[in-house]
Nanobody, 124 residues
Framework: QVQLVESGGGLVQAGGSLRLSCAPS????????MGWFRQAPGQEREFVAA????????VYADSVKGRFTISRDNPKNTLYLQMNSLKPEDTAVYYC?????????????????WGQGTQVTVSS
């Protein structure tokens, strides 16, 4: 059974940093496009960032551009999201997701596999 497991969430003060990790199990995701999404209470799930299987192509939501960096280590089968200069509005449950092909989708319904999420809380 395919699973995506996120880790690295927590409580941090505004201006601080966190690094999220996503470790797929059950299969290798080295040929998949992978992405990060987030969902705040009472809000719809929103796109954060996506990365092509090669790691050379990325796309970001405007709200995180310049502060967040998505990367992947294919030999380790691990996806990362480095989050710097965190703001209280970044508070949400963060999910990693994977889909086939090379298109950098921003739409959550395009992603096939999802993790259970990790909570990120940024205090002011």
């Amino acid at each position: 059974q395919v699973q995506l497991v996120e880790s690295g969430g927590g409580l941090v003060q505004a201006g601080g940093s966190l690094r999220l990790s996503c470790a797929p199990s059950g299969r290798t995701f080295s040929t998949y496009t992978m992405g990060w999404f987030r969902q705040a209470p009472g809000q719809e799930r929103e796109f954060v960032a996506a990365i092509r299987w090669s790691g050379w192509n990325t796309v970001y939501a405007d709200s995180v551009k310049g502060r967040f960096t998505i990367s992947r280590d294919n030999p380790k089968n691990t996806l990362y999201l480095q989050m710097n200069s965190l703001k209280p509005e970044d508070t949400a449950v963060y999910y990693c997701a994977a889909t086939g092909g090379s298109t950098l989708y921003r739409d959550s319904y395009k992603y096939i596999y999802w993790g259970q999420g990790t909570q990120v809380t940024v205090s002011s």
